[in-house]
């Protein structure tokens, strides 16, 4: 399986009837601090450099991209239904082929979901809000209901690595159950280091995902991404994922 011929795009998992792929810094129009291929529409960059970005990858896509108003909360949009506007989630899930679904980051989670058998699909924004709220439930919530015999699988792509995301004690307390993907950080009390990937990995298997694969990318130290926490000011990536073949 490979991507539509496109520099745009980093590979995802390899899923047969499923294609996901991940945009980087390069390729676009947007001037510094968002160079060069912002594809936020929110963070104070040039409205015509962004409408540029994103007609590019059009381009390279079956369709256009389901952007949702993401607000580090739990809602789920049906990409299927008809809707009017910027829907308002931090999810969404689709049954149809060709309908690509999107999520912009800068160091938060992006995490696709699928069956098996590629016949639904879902994606994900998890911050540690969303992530301590439940958005990944949610969205395989949203996904059994379309699907509920089938078996599952994840991808999570690049965002903020292990160590380098700092937390305080606000967010420790959020995951009262699972202080193993916290570790204190040396000389500074009240401070840890929180492995987002890895409490999200752990969410899902217990949700009954059973095949979850990390890309192991860190926003903050690959300079291909843009990172939040590592430049401020900056633009977003994008995770795109759509269903190939028919369902059986």
Same mark, same amino acid.
């Given at each position: ?18 294609? &996901? ?8 129009? +947007? ?11 929110? &963070?104070?960059?040039?409205?015509? %450099? ?28 049906? $990409? ?8 308002? $989630?931090?999810?969404?899930? !689709? ?20 069956? !098996?058998?590629?016949? &639904? ?7 540690? *809000? ?32 292990? +160590?380098?995301?700092? &937390? ?10 699972? !202080?193993?993907?916290?570790?204190? *950080? ?34 903050? %130290? ?15 990536? %994008? ?5 190939? !073949?028919?369902?059986?």
């Amino acid at each position: 399986m490979s991507l539509p011929s496109s520099s745009l795009l980093l590979p995802g998992p390899a899923w047969p009837g499923v294609r &996901v792929g991940v945009t980087t810094r390069a390729g676009g129009a +947007s001037a510094p601090p968002f160079d060069t291929f912002n594809l936020g529409d929110h &963070v104070g960059d040039d409205p015509a %450099a962004v409408a540029h970005n994103r007609a590019r990858l059009r381009q390279a896509m079956p369709d256009d991209p389901c952007w949702l108003r993401q607000v580090h909360g739990t809602h789920v949009h049906d $990409a299927d239904a008809v809707h009017d506007g910027l829907p308002e $989630a931090d999810a969404a899930v !689709t049954t149809r082929v060709g309908r690509l679904l999107a999520i912009l980051t800068a160091d938060c989670l992006p995490v696709v979901l699928t069956d !098996t058998q590629g016949r &639904v699909l879902g994606v994900a924004h998890a911050g540690w *809000r969303g992530l301590a709220g439940g958005v990944l439930e949610a969205t395989l919530a949203a996904l059994k209901a379309r699907a509920p015999d089938a078996r599952w699988q994840a991808w999570i792509g690049p965002a903020i690595g292990p +160590s380098a995301f700092e &937390v305080g004690a606000d967010v420790l307390s959020a995951f009262p159950d699972a !202080t193993r993907f916290f570790v204190p *950080r040396d000389g500074h009390p009240g401070k840890w280091w929180c492995d987002l990937p890895g409490l999200a990995t752990a969410r899902l298997a217990a949700a009954g995902v059973e095949d979850v694969v990390c890309s192991d990318l860190c926003t903050v %130290a690959d300079a291909r991404f843009y990172s939040y926490r590592r430049d401020g000011q900056t633009g977003r990536i %994008a995770t795109v994922a759509w269903l190939e !073949t028919p369902r059986e």
